[in-house]
């Protein structure tokens, strides 16, 4: 038969108030049918920046500075707890200014108590100003981005990973999914190669479609499998 549309909402961890409204919006939210639920990332945000916000034509952020942003994985893993069917989704982290092994190690642990429902989706960044907070070099993100990508595929495999000078990694638990946001300057072109899906926000859905084919993403196939390809 025909394919169902899947519907999630985004951001699940944004200007929450009260822990209690986070985690009963996400059960009226699977008692209703909806598929999945996602969260935004960004440790600080700064009070003023001169980083361009990418999807909004005053370069700025929709939500003022102060806005409460709730972890990303925490929030997640406490909606896991109260759920048992809704799939949860980060949209995105950012990726390429933290550890990989703890996002991998992270990422498998809420995918294990959520019982599978979790996918992982990761950004580049386009904050230069949190990078610089967390000491984290901006510059060569998008190089770095494909460098972690890899090392915690092999992670998750289960074998011995060796990353950088010789580290030898120990192998964790295996997540489903791996998605990306194409904002920056990361090099597209691999992108198919290394990740299940892609997302962009602001896009109309044809435009995501034929972005995924240019990276190599076989949406139809997903599609076909049940998989959320974009």
Known sequence: GAALMKIGLIPVNMAVADSRHLLSAAMKAEAIGIESLWTFEHVIIPIDYESKYPYNATGKMGAPPETNLVDPLIALAAIASCTSKIRLATGVNILSQT?????????????????????????????????????????????????????????????????????????????????????????????GQSLDGFGHMGAELSQCRTRSRCRGIDVAAMEDRGEPGI
């Not at 060569?140 to 990508?149: C, L, M, N, T």
């Not at 990973?161 to 791996?178: D, T």
Request: net charge positive.
């Open 99 to 191: 550890n990989p092994l703890y996002l991998a190690k992270q990422a498998a642990s809420l995918d294990f108590v959520s019982n599978g429902r979790f996918m992982l989706g990761v950004g580049i960044g386009w904050l230069r100003e949190e990078f610089d907070a967390l000491g984290v070099p901006f510059e060569h993100r998008g190089a770095r981005f494909d460098d972690y990508v890899a090392a915690m595929r092999k992670v998750w495999s289960g074998e011995v990973v060796e990353q950088g000078e010789a580290q030898r990694l120990v192998a964790v638990q295996q997540v489903e999914k791996l998605g990306a946001s194409a904002f920056g300057r990361t090099k597209r072109h691999q992108l």
